[in-house]
């Protein structure tokens, strides 16, 4: 078995802003084979293809690509050892043709340097039929269903000769028949001995197509084998790890009254008939995989997105939302995920990224007064433990973990009596994500009525009273925190099981 | 938790180059006006002269203040390529206002609303219309110069009340008017921008749109706030520009304007796509440029190789500004 492998990562080791993220981590890949790369969410997977794919260099640990070790500079040496990644977002170029997408970037050219236009059509063809469908090489990508998008990625990957494929859950845009055919074709690219990395959450597919796995958690290898030789259950407690059940934080409550109260909510292709209901003092989490549409849901309940049908009402009275500012009237605040893009003004100094939503609390006469929000500012330093020299610097300065706590400044300032955080703990190291875990739960006892969206279903356990599972824009479950565990969990958020139970 | 507090003392400026180039960051502009100041007085001794400098000021006054309202613009992440049209605009109708009803407040309350309707209507468009800056001021630099040329059918209009230009013409002391008008304004505006909300959303919204929405800042509102205030300044700027000469060109009036104060802003530190720059920036920016302009102009270099020294200053600025 060994010496056969194509590829051969091994001991790498990897942080963002001094956050561990990969230690030590190795990956094996033999010729011809389907192999599972398995973890949770935050689990380094992503980090660690995002490296073979050259996309940013390891900081310790060597690559081997059929025995020879090379340097992964950009994603152009890596595409030049044969190795394609597919990655979960789609890389297609919507405004062009679909030949135009499979030869971006190397297109076949005759002396003069024009395009061979037919020629590429042509063999965009042969690609696609191929892989058993036919689409118009002329068409524009723009006009294709998600599905076909991404059979163009394959496409391209087999049209550079791959021999190494990563695919970052490639499935969680197709249906069941496209599924179905997926995995037809990858057969055929292992017959042809062309190596796959399968990264997907459903455990099912993962014992249906792959022959191995290698399972990290926490940016540590805890586990490889054959997938024959493991059932589910050990493979998930591999990806759990013992820990999460051990430690939960929130206790048991006495429901306050009724804070939040969705009905009917709707938005066309985003999401489909939410009701739910949020207590005082109740930790309410969201839980499900990519496209579940929690985020949009939120965004929408927040003021950010439109709803197409159905009432928010917040302590019993309805009130329309189309700008967040009327959320935060009505008393709903929403940390947002992906604190780089959504949360964090960068170029605005520490103090003034926590007082940003509450400016009235610290005018007089139409004047800010900066000692106020100075003093403020030490305030919540204090409470959060938020670590900064000089909070005259930029908040970019800041690691992830202390930026996140500004974040939670400047809600905790406005002081809305409902909570909203999406993915609270996204890139932060394990001891911010404790302190903010604790809290929220404090705020909680205080008697906010908080909500807490995660992919991430050790979080929600560990810190919610109930827990509702989404898949694809629906509620699929609606779970007591007693009779919630990631088993179950997943089921629904993989659709292989949905009930609609209601309570509270 | 030890990492994150490792970061932070790496943060801090330990030695004396880190202080340097924290001091070069925060005031390049002014060291580069300090360095062209001392460079003009050493080449020509006539450029010390009080009158001399006052004669600076005086020229750059106009611009200055039409770039101030650039500067907000360009802090929310937008450009106005409208000014210098809406400049003859406002022009030709406050004269028209003025000599129908003989009354110079009339004429500057005219100035007023012209300009900032046309600023509300370039605010309109981006925020509610969701236009790119750039194409909606361009369409409205179009709009606003034709309507001008149309109502003065083409040439100039003067004014038939005597005293408007008093207001161009006057001096406080030896200080003219014009340039009393150009240092309050970037006073108003520097407090504006440093010490209200107003300033404060509009920098979260040139440095994070997305971000400062969902921190619940009404981004519309500010937005058309922002074009609308950029057109008043504009406004302030043609009653000037009118009340020097007593009159108003529509077709030749503010023309390259809006080219003159975007330059003064970049010199002046602002960052292209918003959130980064100060007032104080634009405000030694436009000095650099009145310099270089009265230096030539003292040393006999053709007017028409003058652009190339301004563009050759824009780009040295920016190339300077981007190593940070």
Known sequence: ?504 | MASPAIKQESTQPPDKNRHLSWLWSEYSVIIAFVVIFVLASLLNPRFLDVNNQLNILMQVSIIGIVALGMTIVMLSGGIDLSVGSVLALVGVVSILSLNATGSILLAILTAFSVGAFAGLLNGLMVAKGRIASFIATLGMMAGARSIALYIADGGSISGEVTSFTAIANSELWIIDYPIIIFLVMTSLVYVLMQKTRFGRYVYAIGSNEKAALLSTIRVDRVKIGVYSLAGLLVSVAAIIETSRLNSISSSSSGQAYELDAIAAVIIGGTRMTGGRGKVLGTFFGVLILGILNNMMNLMNVSPHLQGFVKGLIIIVAVVFQKRE
């Open chain 1, 1 to 504: 078995m060994s010496g056969n492998y194509v590829l051969e990562m091994e001991n790498i080791d990897k942080s963002f802003n001094r956050v561990p993220v990969l230690k030590q981590a190795s990956l094996c890949l033999e010729e011809g084979e389907i192999h599972a790369l398995l973890g949770e969410n935050g689990a380094g997977k992503s980090t660690l293809m995002n490296i073979l794919g050259g996309i940013f260099p390891a900081d310790k640990g060597t690559i081997k690509v059929n025995g020879k070790q090379v340097e992964m500079i950009d994603p152009r040496t890596s595409q030049q050892l044969g190795i394609s990644f597919i990655h979960q977002e789609l890389n297609v170029v919507a405004d062009l043709k679909v030949y135009e997408n499979m030869f971006l970037g190397r297109e076949r050219r005759n002396r003069l340097g024009l395009l061979k236009v037919e020629e590429m059509c042509r063999k965009t063809s042969e690609v696609l039929a191929g892989l058993g469908v036919e689409i118009d090489p002329k068409a524009y990508v723009r006009q294709l269903d998600a599905s076909y998008k991404q059979l163009i990625e394959i496409a391209k990957a087999l049209l550079q000769d791959s021999k190494i494929i990563i695919m970052d859950e490639p499935t969680t845009a197709l249906t069941e028949h496209e599924v179905h055919r997926l995995f037809t074709l990858m057969k055929n690219l292992k017959a042809a001995n062309v190596s796959i990395i399968y990264i997907s959450h459903k455990l099912k597919e993962i014992q249906e197509i792959c022959d191995r796995y290698t399972v990290l958690r926490d940016g540590k290898i805890v586990g490889s084998g054959r997938v024959a030789d493991q059932n589910v259950t050990a493979i998930t407690k591999m990806m759990v790890g013992k820990s999460v059940s051990e430690e939960r934080f929130v206790h048991n409550h006495a429901a306050g009254r009724k804070m939040l109260h969705v009905t009917g909510l709707t938005s066309a292709g985003r999401f489909r008939d939410i009701n739910f209901t949020l207590h005082a003092g109740e930790i309410l989490g969201f839980t499900g995989l990519a496209g579940d549409g929690r985020t949009e849901l939120f965004e929408s309940i927040f003021g950010f997105n439109k709803t197409s049908s159905g009432s928010i009402e917040v302590e019993g009275r309805s009130v329309p939302i189309n700008h967040p500012k009327q959320a935060l009237q009505a008393g709903i605040g929403f940390v947002p995920k992906d604190r780089k893009e959504n949360a964090i003004i960068k170029d605005l100094s520490v103090y003034h990224n926590m007082s940003i939503s509450a400016l009235s609390h610290f005018e007089r006469m139409g004047f800010l007064q900066p000692n106020q929000e100075k003093s403020r500012f030490h305030h919540f330093k204090e409470a959060l433990n938020i670590k900064v020299h000089d909070p005259k610097v930029t908040i970019d300065k800041l690691s992830g973990g202390n930026q996140q706590k500004v974040v939670l400044a400047k809600w905790l300032e406005v002081d809305t009596p409902i909570l909203v955080f999406d993915n609270p703990t996204q890139g932060i190291d394990i001891g911010a994500k404790r302190e903010i875990y604790q809290l929220i739960v404090q705020l909680a006892e205080q008697g906010k009525a908080i909500i807490i969206l995660s992919s991430e279903v050790p979080e929600i356990l560990k810190v919610c009273h109930t827990i509702h599972v989404m898949y694809q824009g629906e509620i699929t479950a609606k779970l007591k925190r007693d009779q919630a565990n990631e088993d179950e969990i997943m089921k629904y958020a993989t659709g292989s099981k949905r009930e609609v139970e209601h309570i509270g």
